[in-house]
């Protein structure tokens, strides 16, 4: 994989925002320089859809995984681990925990959690993590129950919680939060941590940057390359340096040399 690729650590093109124009989306990101995206599931209901993306565009990539913010059912931990059997993915995610209000029962989302790390020990995989309002929590089971490292996605947590994720062998996810003017903190974040902890990401059709317009708010991977450039900008860095080292960093993690050439 060239050292000038752009890899989109968390994306779902599989959503349904992109069912009018997927195709176009896609070549967006190609064109943009984004050869790598990461497909992550939230649910059993939609590894048919993250599979079917994956099989059309060669840059896209799976994660299984079964996302804290939905109702899942015992039988869906026998779903994940028959499609890791069915095609081995990259990472187990998109899971976590979330204490936003509103959100199902957080007993049953540490039960699913746990259960998925485990899966994740016992396959040797990294995972992708959500954590909202919970990343002490997260950072607890991960101490407990050792995974081969990982992406804290969308990361938003103190110094302190990065230097842990980091001793876990995490890297950390940036993308459109931090390009808000009033982001300062988020933003000291990103130009302070060790070049070497940070990936990229989108998160589409979720957390767009700054500059897209109030009217149309989906987010694509096509941005990575601007946001990449914000945060060298931020860093202070070339951003052939930052594309390469977020790009280097991301290989590791998700173990991609072999899988993507």
């Known amino acids: 994989m060239r050292v000038d690729t752009l890899i989109d650590t968390h994306c779902h093109l599989d959503a349904a925002e992109f069912a009018a124009d997927r195709d176009a989306v896609y070549a967006r990101a190609i ?6 995206q990461i497909i992550p599931a939230v649910s059993a209901t939609n590894f048919a859809a993250v599979t079917a993306t994956c099989t059309r565009y060669a840059g896209c990539l799976p994660a299984w995984g079964l996302h804290p913010i939905y109702t ?7 779903a994940l681990r028959a499609q890791i059997a069915l095609r081995r993915p990259v990472a187990v995610g ?11 029962d957080f007993a049953a989302q540490e039960h699913f959690f746990v259960a998925q790390l485990e899966i994740a020990r016992e396959h040797d995989l ?12 997260c950072l607890k089971h ?39 003017p009033r982001a300062t903190r988020l933003q000291a974040l990103a130009r302070d941590l060790p070049l070497s902890a940070i990936v990229l990401e989108t998160d589409s059709p979720d957390i767009p940057p700054a500059w897209l317009p109030r009217e149309a708010r989906r987010n694509e991977p096509g941005e990575l390359p601007r ?31 072999g899988v993507f050439p």
């Open 142 to 180: 991960l101490r407990r129950i050792r995974v081969p490292g990982g992406i804290a996605h969308a990361f938003s947590g103190s110094a302190q919680q990065a230097e842990a994720f980091i001793a876990l062998g995490f890297k950390l996810g940036f993308g459109g939060a931090f390009t808000y």
């Open 31 to 36: 064109a943009g320089g984004v050869a790598v």
């Open 72 to 78: 899942h059912q015992p039988e869906d931990l026998v």
């Open 94 to 104: 998109e899971i976590g925990l979330d204490l936003f209000e509103g959100h199902p």
């Open 227 to 257: 946001i990449a450039a914000l945060l060298a900008q931020l860093r202070g860095c070339e951003n052939a340096t930052l594309v390469a080292a977020t790009s280097v960093n991301a290989r590791a993690v998700l173990r991609l040399d």
């Open 126 to 137: 990294p995972v992708i993590l959500h954590s909202r309002r919970a990343v002490d929590v």
